[in-house]
């Protein structure tokens, strides 16, 4: 058994070390930007699409105003509106869902597999209708949904797949990666993700030249030559200063995907070592990494039963251990659904993880002494709890 270590606080997440190995990059290339007051589109944003399109493995990207905008358009390009339906998961940001209800269309939801957290194949074909337009698998966490089965039905209907991967650049399935799977790939790039810009910024990204230029129009108020609109679209513009630190941050996202790696393994080798007790004896789950799946945590959850969440995080706070819920409240529970007439017991996996899980601290940075008091608090935890 490990010794005690020493308390020191630990936040669940510090973008600052992060800032200061690429400072110098960042200083240079946003002063050249502002010398040339060039902001909107231009060089600068092509040149990111270009780099993310080739590190995904898919042929078109278009740079988007946010992760949100993103799943917006992509839904506008295939013609989502009132009368339709898009298949999704509960368990998620509600960016998933809203996208569906600004556009008049509802979303209907697919229960999820409670090892993943994604949602599960098996249950995709049951609520397939003759009303759904899309399908959006969402790649929750860092990880991707078991795409196979989901694109084999997809396909059988002859439904669009629109990848939610906002949380999973750099995650792959099967050797392919998140965003290159589907009909589109949708990307947030909002400070706290693994690649995350200085602001709010997005990135769509397709395989099929068509919908690229419908998705590159649709964020121009659907502008397809200077005041000349086939469609109405949006202002959906990825700001030149967002790209420009974006493309910095880029060629380091797989290092820094390591680095979360390898935190989450030491965390949970430390937890045992502790003489932590797992989720079956009553204590902690950690998250699993499916079969086929190179999972990039952009965030790292474990899960308490018994109704002891609360505790736990009393416990972490108490601490100074940096944590966070995502997400209470799972989306066809929202208030603002109601009209959709999802009630408490529909989604039974889903209610589960909103009640149960929490997200630990897994950043790159985060020290051997942190590691080790974050593994003694949750290890000292279950104990108590078992």
């Known amino acids: 058994m490990r010794q005690i270590p020493t308390p020191v606080s630990v936040p669940l997440l510090d973008l600052r070390p992060q800032y200061q190995s690429i400072k110098e990059e960042v200083l240079r290339t946003t002063a050249e930007l502002f010398e ?3 902001f909107i589109l231009g060089a600068r944003v092509e040149a990111f699409e270009k780099a993310v399109a080739e590190y995904v493995g898919a042929r ?24 339709d ?25 697919c229960d999820i597999d409670p090892a993943t957290y994604n949602v599960d194949p098996e249950k995709l074909r049951k609520v397939i209708t003759p009303r759904t337009k899309a399908i959006q698998p969402i790649h929750l966490f860092g990880q991707c949904a078991d795409m196979d089965p989901i694109l084999d039905v997809a396909r059988e209907k002859g439904i669009p797949v629109i990848e939610d991967a906002c949380q999973s650049l750099g995650a792959a399935y099967k050797g392919k990666k998140a965003g290159s799977l589907g009909d589109f790939g949708c990307f947030s790039f909002f400070p706290s993700k693994n690649l995350g810009g200085f602001g709010d910024g997005g990135m769509v990204t397709t395989n099929d030249e068509g919908w690229y230029a419908k998705v590159k129009a649709l964020r121009t108020h659907g502008e397809t030559s200077r005041y000349h609109h086939k469609m109405v679209g949006g202002n959906f513009r990825l700001d030149a200063l967002q790209a ?8 380091h996202l797989d290092g820094w995907a390591e680095g979360r790696r390898r935190n989450a393994h ?18 902690l789950s950690f ?3 499916a079969n086929g799946c190179f999972h990039v945590f952009n965030q790292f959850v474990v899960r308490v039963g018994k109704g002891r969440r609360e505790a736990l ?27 959709w007439g999802g009630k408490v017991g529909d989604l039974p996996e889903s209610e589960r993880a909103a009640n149960e899980t929490v997200a630990i601290p897994v950043f790159p940075e985060l020290t051997g002494g942190q590691k080790e008091f974050l593994a003694f608090t949750l290890a000292e935890f279950s104990k108590e709890n078992a």
């Open 244 to 251: 420009a630190v974006l493309h910095i941050k880029l060629p």
């Open 85 to 109: 339906e898009v298949v999704t998961s509960p368990y998620t940001f509600f960016s998933s869902a809203g996208a569906v209800a600004r556009l008049g269309a509802r979303a209907v939801f």
């Open 36 to 38: 040339s007051q060039l």
């Open 287 to 289: 998250p699993v990494e």
């Open 60 to 83: 078109f990207a278009v740079g988007m105003s946010s992760g949100t905008d993103a799943q917006l358009a992509a839904m506008m390009a295939i013609g989502v509106g009132p009368g």
């Open 266 to 283: 030491e965390i949970q080798t430390l937890f045992a070592e502790f003489g932590g007790r797992p989720f079956a004896e009553g204590g």
């Open 313 to 339: 995080k009393a416990r972490l706070a108490e601490r100074q251990i940096g944590h966070a819920v995502y997400y209470p409240v799972p989306l066809h529970l929202q208030e603002c659904f109601a009209s």
